[in-house]
């Protein structure tokens, strides 16, 4: 094989291995403690407490249904289940105002700022006993989204009709890490009470499922930051190289031609 050819050939081999993600950067939870015989009690479930600006929805149920009517403010088709990615946030809920409050039908002003959805429906219920008999209420999160952003494969913003939500339900819904995503530097960005806070998983290590960042909290950013690897695929890198490439084709394309004659 002659040196034009060779150095055809080599350039070819570069070009094309030069943004290769390996193996091992694809691959999740496969490094520090074996799962197999491991059982251990999952304590890093977090306590989600309402704050301001948060939206509730609030049902009141009764063993009267005409009873409970005046205490409920949505329709009673609102199904929680419509909440999935995709689909549009109900307008109609309790808006915890800045003074950690809402306006409730009948009961007027009630501070729910720092109870759990379960303390709320506790709280309501006892108010509610001396104008319904046995009322059960459901209460649940209106905004409980998480937002993805970065290398994968749908980012977005989504809604979770589940109040326990982790990273991977929120990668699942952003349809996964694409093979550029970093498994090893995941940032968790959380506002929490007026201040910011800011995590780092490493989906790779099997520690991650104690990490108190895995399990994501209302409005949660999660971004995944791109390998080295993904510049390789960038069309504006391309483009840096491309007159580079066309000069060399040309120049070999003229030797290869000269020599012929």
């Known amino acids: ?19 290769c993600v390996s193996h091992q950067e694809l691959i999740n939870f496969n490094s520090g403690e074996e799962f197999e015989g491991l059982e251990e009690k999952i304590d890093n479930i977090p306590t989600l407490k309402i704050q301001t600006d948060d939206l509730l929805s609030i049902r009141v149920l009764a063993l009267e249904e005409e009873a409970a009517l005046p205490f409920n403010i949505d329709p009673p088709t609102l199904n929680m289940a419509n909440l999935g990615s995709g689909s549009a946030r109900p307008i109609i809920g309790y808006l915890v ?10 009961l007027g002003v009630i501070k729910v700022i720092g109870l759990t959805t ?14 319904l008999q046995e009322p059960v209420i459901v209460a649940r999160f209106l905004n409980f989204r998480v937002t993805v952003l970065g290398e994968v494969t749908r980012p977005g913003t989504f809604f979770m009709s589940n109040e326990r ?27 929490k009470n007026g201040e910011r806070e800011f995590g780092h998983l490493n989906l790779q290590d099997r520690s991650v499922f104690r990490s108190p960042f895995f399990y994501l909290q ?19 890198q391309s483009q840096r190289i491309l007159p580079w490439l066309s000069i060399i084709t040309a120049l070999t394309t003229l030797v290869l031609t000269l020599r012929t004659i």
């Open 1 to 19: 094989m002659s040196f034009t050819r060779k150095f055809i050939y080599v350039l070819t081999i570069m070009s094309i291995f030069s943004s």
């Open 97 to 106: 105002n800045q003074a950690g409050t809402i306006d409730f039908p009948v």
């Open 118 to 131: 379960a303390e709320l429906q506790d709280t309501l219920g006892s108010l509610l006993a001396p104008y």
């Open 165 to 191: 939500v982790t990273i991977l339900d929120a990668l699942g819904q952003a349809g996964d890490l694409t093979p550029y995503g970093n498994r090893t530097n995941m940032l968790v960005i959380r506002e």
């Open 218 to 236: 209302q409005n949660d950013v999660l971004y995944i930051e791109p390998l080295e690897e993904r510049t390789g695929t960038l069309r504006d």
